[in-house]
DNA sequence: TGTCTCGCCTAG
DNA sequence: TAAGCTAGGCGAGACA
């Protein structure tokens, strides 16, 4: 009987003298837990040798007794147009171990034969099990179907040796020694079983825990589907009474310890989620479980399918853990790459994702609650059991695993390596498949003198245009894009490592991208990344026709999920490119990419700006002048003009005499579409994303838009802020709700006299602030800022390091990099950086706040960046609080202005306006909607 | 006081 | 075994 699953991890093991066997661990379709053992796949690489191939194959063959076979094959070199293979060395070795050790062996081999040119190595460095998956054209949350035996583990693999206590550990419901294997469609995601587990330490004087001296005092766990009927439970290392059925308590610290992984294995996750545990939880119970060891405990910490023990690895500032069989899923990083939020603490993450608050006990005062009995235990308790729900919940309600998960399936990474890593591992997975079937090998990775000469290098790659912005308030706007233009860009000029012209020259002609360089068109050879970016492409149209037919919901959000890993695929292949630590890099390729990029734009600006120009409505249809010839008096003109462009986007100002529908100007976008995408090479497209009703463009990425979408019933409208202080976080929430108002105003009411007066009374407010009454707005004053560095690497003070080293000198702790530190300024003389202050301690003394610098520095200069558009100055915004009132605020309009204003308070909008008030402006940041109440206290 | 540079965050 | 890329705005410290 075969046996279907779905891959989660994969590695190999040597099984006595008879070589390595992969295993592969998964999850089958009935919920059982498998591994799968794969004999008989080798480890080898390649070799680019000089002089009499026969020669040197014997004599690596003869030299190494680690090496089974050294054979001649014909390949591709990895860069650069060729027009022949060339013979090289496949070098098969007998233990994966030992590819390395040759590969740093054999330039010897290379002196001894005396050997003159270019020796170089080849895919020596592929991690074996990732090798196995390449070739075999299996990979990470594939469904695969296993032909084979069942095996007992423990015999298969111990038989006395080191293994043996392995083995004994080994988790998993059914072995099996395949004889076939083979890849199977399935759209399905196996029954995944999550655990969430959070542990609770004693630290001493409330300060940092040290493994050495902090015990573990409890583990919560949440459990997805339960455990035994637990969705949670809760561990102690102390015998308690009175506690709920979901607290087991123990005699001690290891006892409970060794119950945590009995749990873990008994339980048998595939996905062991956390919050920061894969830097805290998961280093801090290996290293206590090494201190409790060390004094002569006895604690059997088997994490592992294939019952290997807790433990992690650094890299430099990164914790790297691993439970073999097992995801290991911190979702600290994964809410960090989803969300943009001002803080990702786990109670702020709860709160602004879940609504769910966090409970807390503080680090002070958790040796007396521990020590009670009561109440305060109980709070304690709680508190431990909340966090490993919370970490669960963010996982599963946020639905972070689904694009990961897709990434894996479609890159054919493993869903850890795509968990904890970027784009690379993907990209690199895709081009050593597609390379192989091409017979094309591929450069190992560069070592760190070479990345950083690239490194260097890289200031010479250029990358997209940005046009200048007609700045001020416009109607009717169409936004178009390109539709994936780096990916588009280098199918439709063939553009790959494998294209460039190096050496050998092509016959016909070649295609010169404006950078310069020189890449064969396809009927010469046609591209391996271009080709590969094709299937993405039409792998992506099919996702998304499926995802209109099905009717079933979770078949959508795979589908979903899917189109959207094939997106971040797509555009992954320009920026590994140029990336210094690429296996293949070559600015020559990137900088072609960006450079096509860039005259795209500038012809398309040129083209609507001057061969088309106009736009002639007529009878429904969006005519060129030469179309329309004799225009009639019921043609409505519609005169075009590029406003704005960034990379691969257009920002098209539509201006006609009297008011344009939103159906009218429809119909210029979609022509536009047309038109350009028509002048483009194939599979290049103009797409016509929305028409703006307005759009206030302040700078360079800086921008707001008033969109309208079509949709089942009539037009969807919403404000989309680009760039502007709203959507950042070094700004604070004062901020972003006032200028928001503002924008509401200008964009949608086009009162630019309500802006202002709005302004006028949020500064007055805030002028006469009562600090006693008004404690709650101190929430609005927070600004966040990153530590991006370590503190004696700071060449200028900021204001965030300020606050970072007042909590080092008062709780002991300092933040760590990456951490987002939320401050406020207060009252005082000097520079802002050495009034920041951290808001709790703030609040908590009573300090008093600078609100000259709130209105001064937080709200007016971004307000005045939109109001001075409409003529409007900073003075007659801001007075001092006595002299409210006293002198009234002047606005001058300049007269194009003032037409646009009043022309959109009736004609055009009025429709719109009557439909629209309620379901007004959302400003969706995340999906979130933003609060819309302007400032109350 | 004006200019340069650093630092951060965002757009795409 | 760390890490896709560049363009660009803007505040504020540093420095002349």
């Known amino acids: 009987m075969p046996m279907d699953f779905q891959i989660l991890d994969a590695d190999y093991e040597v099984v006595n003298d008879s070589g390595p066997v992969i295993r592969l661990f998964g999850r089958g379709a009935d919920g059982k837990s498998v591994c799968c053992f794969v004999p008989d796949f080798e480890p080898y690489f390649y070799l680019k040798a000089s002089g009499d191939l026969h020669a040197v194959a014997r004599l690596i063959k003869d030299t190494f007794e680690q090496v089974k076979k050294v054979e001649i094959v014909e390949k591709f070199e990895p860069v650069g147009y060729q027009k022949t293979k060339k013979e090289m060395l496949r070098v098969t070795t007998r233990l994966p171990k030992d590819v390395p050790e040759i590969r740093d062996e054999i330039l010897k081999i290379r002196d001894v034969l005396r050997a003159e040119g270019d020796w170089q190595v080849y895919e020596s460095d592929i991690l074996f099990r990732n090798r196995f998956l390449i070739d075999r054209a299996l990979g990470g949350m594939v469904w695969v179907s296993a ?17 043996r206590s392995r083995c004994e550990n080994f988790a998993c419901d059914s072995a099996v020694l395949a004889s076939g294997l083979k890849r199977v469609e399935n759209l399905a ?119 290997s023990p807790i433990g992690y690895r650094k890299f430099g500032l990164i914790t790297r853990t691993e439970m073999k069989g097992r995801v290991v899923v911190d979702a600290l990083p994964l809410v960090r790459r989803a969300f943009s939020l001002k803080q990702y603490t786990l109670r702020a993450v709860s709160k602004e994702l879940l609504s769910r608050e966090k409970l807390d006990v503080p680090p002070l005062e958790m040796e007396e609650h521990w020590n009670d009995s009561g109440d305060k235990f109980r709070k304690f308790v ?50 050593l498949r597609e390379f192989g079937l091409k017979d094309r090998v591929i450069l190992p990775k560069p070592g760190d003198e070479l990345s950083a000469e690239r490194y260097d290098m890289s200031s010479d790659l250029k990358g997209g245009e940005v046009l200048e912005p007609k700045k001020g308030l416009l109607e009717n706007v169409l936004i178009l894009d390109y539709k994936s233009l780096y990916p588009t860009i280098m199918m439709a000029h063939n553009l790959c490592y494998t294209t460039v012209v190096t050496r050998d020259r092509p016959d016909g002609k070649t295609i010169k991208p404006p950078s310069g360089g020189e890449f064969v068109p396809p009927e010469v050879f046609r591209g391996i990344v271009p080709s590969i970016l094709e299937d993405l492409l039409n792998k992506r149209g099919d996702t998304k026709k499926r995802m209109k037919r099905t009717s079933d919901e979770n078949e959508h959000r795979v589908l979903d999920a899917t189109q959207l890993a094939i997106k971040i695929l797509l555009n992954s292949f320009y920026g590994y490119s140029g990336y210094a630590r690429a296996r293949l890099y070559s600015l020559t390729l990137a900088n072609a990419v960006t450079s096509f990029g860039r005259s795209n734009i500038l012809n398309t600006r040129d083209l609507i700006n001057g061969r088309i120009g106009k736009i002639v409505l007529r009878n429904s249809a969006a005519l060129l002048l030469e179309e329309a010839g004799k225009l009639s008096p019921q043609d409505r003109i519609v005169e075009l003009s590029v406003a704005y462009g960034d990379t691969d986007s257009v920002f098209v100002h539509c201006k006609a005499k009297g008011d344009l529908s939103l159906e009218e100007v429809s119909l210029v976008g979609n022509r536009l579409s047309e038109i350009v ?38 037009w969807e409208n919403k404000i989309k802020v680009k760039g502007m202080e709203t959507v950042r976080r070094d700004w604070c929430e004062l901020t972003s709700i006032t200028l928001n108002r503002v924008l509401e105003f200008v964009l949608i009411e086009g009162d630019v006299d309500k802006a202002v007066e709005h302004v006028r009374k949020v500064v007055s407010d805030v002028r006469n602030l009562d600090p006693g009454k008004d404690a709650g707005i101190i929430e609005k004053l927070v600004l966040t800022r990153t530590l991006t560095r370590k503190a004696d690497s700071y060449k200028n003070k900021q204001p965030h390091l300020t606050v970072a080293e007042n909590l080092k000198k008062r709780t002991g702790i300092m933040p760590s990099i990456g951490t987002r530190i939320p401050f406020v300024i207060t009252a005082g003389k000097g520079l802002f950086v050495d009034r920041a202050e951290d808001p709790d301690y703030v609040r908590e003394n009573n300090v008093p706040i600078d609100v000259d610098y709130y209105v001064k520095k937080q709200i007016l200069p971004p307000v005045e960046r939109i109001l001075e558009v409409f003529g409007v100055k900073m003075s007659s915004l801001d007075f001092d609080a006595k002299q409210k009132g006293l002198f009234d605020f002047e606005v001058k309009k300049p007269e194009a202005k003032k037409q646009e204003k009043s022309s959109s308070q009736k004609g055009t909008n009025g429709k719109i306006l009557e439909k629209a008030p309620e379901e007004k402006a959302r400003y969706s940041e995340n999906g979130r909607v933003e609060q819309r109440s302007l400032f109350d206290f």
């Open 147 to 163: 032909e084979g035996k069942p095996v007992d583990p423990v015999r298969y693999l111990g038989a006395g040796s080191a293994w």
């Open 189 to 307: 995601i196996a029954p995944l079983k999550y655990l969430a587990f959070d542990i609770e330490c004693l630290p001493l004087d409330g300060g940092m825990p040290s493994p050495d001296v902090s015990p573990i005092i409890m583990i919560s766990f949440s459990f997805e589907p339960e455990y035994k009927g637990h969705k949670t439970l809760i561990l102690l290392a102390k015998p308690a009474a009175g506690m709920d059925g979901d607290v087991l308590s123990c005699m001690d610290e290891t006892e409970m310890l060794n119950k945590f992984f009995e749990i873990i294995c008994e339980y048998d996750p595939d996905i062991v989620a956390g919050y920061n545990h894969q830097d805290f939880d998961i280093p801090y119970i290996t290293e206590r479980v090494k201190a409790l060891v060390a004094k002569g405990e006895t604690i059997n910490s088997v994490v592992g399918r294939d019952g």
């Open 382 to 431: 709680d508190y431990a059991r909340r966090d490993s729900e919370l970490a669960l919940e963010l996982v599963l309600e946020l639905r972070l695993l689904d694009k990961y998960i897709a990434l894996a399936q479609v890159s054919g990474s493993l869903l850890q390596e795509i968990v904890d890593g970027g784009q690379t591992s993907m990209v690199e997975t895709l081009l």
């Open 677 to 714: 995408s028509a002048s483009l090479p194939d599979p290049m497209e103009l797409e016509f994303e929305s028409v703006a009703k307005r759009a206030l463009l302040i700078a360079k990425k800086r921008y707001a838009l008033w969109l309208f979408e079509p949709r089942n019933s009539g």
